[in-house]
């Protein structure tokens, strides 16, 4: 069973920083596409940020220049830093992954989701 679990949510002011985790673990065969979405209430998700295997980075205009995406890929694990932070980054933040398992099957998965709010 191949699971998604994200960590480094929480409040912060206006022009702060956190950084995000996203740690994949199961019978993990590769791990393609990672990437960031968010919601918030009353809006639909969101994508935020998206790093491939290999290849360009890509992100949402109201986030580039603050927010960086970046992997790690001995870890499985996909980061999220964002700085300058204002109180409409406030949502819920879910990674995903696009992974090939043991089993041959390959999917999407998500994480549970992590809240960031932005207030001071």
């Known amino acids: 069973q191949v699971q998604l679990v994200e960590s480094g949510g929480g409040l912060v002011q206006p022009g702060g920083s956190l950084r995000l985790s996203c740690a994949a673990s199961g019978r993990i065969f590769n791990i393609y596409a990672m990437g960031w979405y968010r919601q918030a209430p009353g809006k639909q998700r969101e994508l935020v940020a998206q790093?491939?295997?290999?290849?360009?980075?890509n992100y949402a205009d109201s986030v580039k220049g603050r927010f960086t995406i970046s992997r790690d890929n001995a870890r499985n694990t996909v980061y999220l830093q964002m700085n300058s932070l204002k109180p409409e980054d406030t949502a819920g933040y879910y990674c995903?992954?696009?992974?090939?398992?043991?089993?041959?099957?390959?999917?999407?998965?998500w994480g549970q989701g992590t809240q960031v709010i932005v207030s001071s």
């Open positions: 995903n992954a696009d992974i090939w398992d043991y089993s041959g099957r390959r999917g999407t998965y």
């Open positions: 790093i491939p295997s290999g290849g360009s980075t």
